[in-house]
């Protein structure tokens, strides 16, 4: 069956540096994948995403790499500001006609000044 | 403001009762989704639906019920059926357009038991 996994159930950075967040997926018929970022209390918020017919793709401060080969996905954060606190998700969906998204477990990003 | 709107913020259940968690869209989306968040754990699908008065079963739809009667609500009520209700229940919206779009949530139901 499919399963999303993230590598690291943690993650400390200094203010300022470059965050990245990694996540394997099993499903090798997934083509599209989202990160969320989710705060304490509140639900997921969308961060970017990414399909499965490109490698990379960039936000405001943030870029998504798809590697098909390994199936893993990346997530890097520019400039990490205490702001981007956090549990960051991966999800995958699979064949264009299965429109359920499976869930990573979630990384906890904790910025330090 | 456009966005889903889930309410309340907190509920409490006592044994052998049924509760219901209202979520609401202005996002004129095709698509409802309820979901499940335990601590530590990724968001596991109850119930979805595609279109109003259709909904199907998500991975953990046992103990739980749903009714899509208008495109803008999808109420999700957790029966007593359900023996661990304690969770982080969320809910979300997406458009349908044959093509993967992003799933955009709500803030979130709070559920525990008396």
């Known amino acids: 069956g499919e399963s999303v996994g993230l590598h690291l159930p943690t993650l400390s950075v200094q203010e300022g540096d470059n965050s990245i967040i990694n996540c394997a997926y099993s499903n090798s018929a997934s083509d599209y994948f989202i990160w969320y970022k989710q705060e304490s209390g509140k639900g997921p918020q969308f961060i970017i995403d990414i399909r499965s017919n490109m490698d990379k793709r960039q936000g405001q401060r943030v870029t998504v790499l798809l590697n098909k080969t390994v199936k893993h996905l990346s997530l890097q954060i520019a400039a990490t500001q205490p702001g981007d606190s956090a549990v960051y998700f991966c999800a995958e969906n699979g064949p264009r006609n299965d429109y359920k998204l499976s869930f990573g477990a979630g990384t906890t990003v904790t910025v330090r000044a | 403001d456009g966005g889903i709107t889930q309410s309340p913020k907190y509920l409490f259940r006592k044994e052998g009762q049924n509760v219901t968690l209202s979520c609401e869209q202005n996002?004129?989306?095709?698509?409802m989704y309820w979901y499940r968040q335990d601590p530590g754990q990724g968001l596991r699908l109850i119930y979805y639906s595609q279109i109003v008065n259709d909904f199907q079963k998500g991975d953990i739809a046992e103990g739980y019920s749903v009714s899509r009667e208008k495109k803008e609500s999808f109420p999700l009520t957790v029966t007593s059926a359900q023996k661990n209700p304690t969770a982080f229940y969320l809910c979300?919206?997406?458009?349908?357009?044959?093509?993967?779009?992003?799933?955009?949530f709500g803030d979130g139901t709070r559920l525990s038991i008396l």
């Open positions: 996002l004129n989306h095709d698509a």
């Open positions: 979300a919206s997406s458009t349908w357009t044959g093509n993967n779009q992003p799933q955009h």
